[in-house]
């Protein structure tokens, strides 16, 4: 199956996952996802990921975190850059999410940062989506 957004493809597999309780969520794999899911990992947002090569595209596995509550460690996953709709922002511009609570995360020339990671490096980019 063709999926024309695979970046909103991802973050609905992740919602859902989480309102589903699901240990863990198979995702088809591309470089980006790679690095968006090591963003998550890095802020500990899910448990783990593991990157499954079935000698195609391969898959990624994300294992999602919960508390003893049972309670997702995502609470709320927004897209925001659409292919028909690119939201790009200068280094000045970059938006705190939730009053820093939250991510927001940026496709920049350096790579997949967070909001943080590129105040302090100085750069703009595309806003992938908001996580809190």
């Known amino acids: 199956m063709a999926v024309n957004d695979p970046v909103a493809d991802m973050l609905t597999r992740i919602?859902?996952?989480c309102r589903a309780r699901l240990k863990s969520v198979d995702i088809p794999a591309s470089r980006?996802?790679?690095e968006i899911a090591k963003v998550l990992l890095r802020?500990?947002?899910?448990?783990?990921?593991?990157?499954l090569d079935d000698r195609r595209q391969g898959m990624i596995r994300l294992f999602l975190?919960?508390?003893?509550?049972?309670?997702?460690?995502?609470?709320?996953?927004?897209q925001v850059s659409t292919p028909g709709l690119?939201?790009?922002?200068?280094?000045?511009?970059?938006?705190k999410v939730l009053g820093g609570y939250g991510l927001a995360i940026l496709s920049t020339s350096k790579g997949i940062r967070?909001?943080?990671?590129a105040r302090k490096e100085?750069?703009?980019g595309e806003v992938l989506c908001y996580v809190w």
């Open 122 to 124: 100085k750069v703009g």
């Open 15 to 17: 919602r859902n996952g």
């Open 114 to 117: 967070t909001d943080q990671e």
């Open 65 to 78: 975190k919960y508390d003893e509550k049972e309670q997702s460690a995502i609470s709320g996953i927004k």
């Open 43 to 51: 802020h500990r947002l899910i448990a783990n990921y593991k990157y």
């Open 32 to 34: 980006m996802k790679l």
């Open 86 to 95: 690119r939201i790009y922002l200068g280094t000045k511009k970059v938006p």
